[in-house]
Structures are given as structure tokens and as C-alpha cells.
Nanobody, 113 residues
Framework: VQLQASGGGLVQAGGSLRLSCAAS????????MNWYRQAPAKERELVASITSSGSTNYADSVKGRFTISRDNARRTMYLQMNSLKPEDTAVYYCNVWYRRDNWGQGTLVTVSS
């Protein structure tokens, strides 16, 4: 399984970014996909999940601001992040449990105040 995250960058508070995670080596359409993040000196936390049927779940800290989605035909997951805050600064990772725990390389999101 390979997960390739992209779309991170530097943005001012209140701005938006869209992350993408391209997946290969798995039956993408049947898996629950996750976005995690890890801020400096903090533990990795689950940000959002999306099931194979499109049901979603969000951390309280991002509800109403972030939207997770997937395109099964493109084998890609997305995270639309709006109204970004400095506390959203972190490395964002895509994750899937498929035979084992699989992680992408992460993409850095930096939100300036």
C-alpha cells in the first residue's frame, strides 16, 4: 500500500487549503480512510474519517471547518480545510487499515497568525 499526501503549505489564519491523498495497492473502495495530524511536541491525533459508503466523522476541533471526501474512481481522499487557525499547524497524514496500519509520508500545513 502506498499513500501519497499533498497540498500542504503556508497560509494565513482564516485561509483555506485542500489536501489530497492518492492511494495505491489496495481495494480503495472498501476501506475507511483517515486523516491524522501531528503538531510539534504533541501526539498524533485523528482529524477526520470517511467510510466506504461516505459516512464521515470529525474531531471536535475541526467540525464545521474541515470537510473530508473521497473519489473512489480516482482512488483519492481529500481534506478541505477552511477558516484555518494557527493551532491547525501540523503535519497531516493519510492513513488506512488494510491488512496492516498504513501511513503516508505527511504534508506540512503551517497557519500564520
Amino acid at each position: 500500500v502506498q499513500l501519497q499526501a499533498s497540498g500542504g503549505g503556508l497560509v494565513q489564519a482564516g485561509g483555506s487549503l485542500r489536501l489530497s491523498c492518492a492511494a495505491s495497492g489496495l481495494n480503495f473502495g472498501i476501506t475507511t480512510m483517515n486523516w491524522y495530524r501531528q503538531a510539534p511536541a504533541k501526539e498524533r491525533e485523528l482529524v477526520a474519517s470517511i467510510t466506504s459508503s461516505g459516512s464521515t466523522n470529525y474531531a471536535d476541533s475541526v467540525k464545521g471547518r474541515f470537510t473530508i471526501s473521497r473519489d473512489n474512481a480516482r482512488r483519492t481522499m481529500y481534506l478541505q480545510m477552511n477558516s484555518l487557525k494557527p493551532e491547525d499547524t501540523a503535519v497531516y497524514y493519510c492513513n488506512v487499515w488494510y491488512r496492516r496500519d498504513n501511513w503516508g509520508q505527511g504534508t506540512l500545513v503551517t497557519v500564520s497568525s
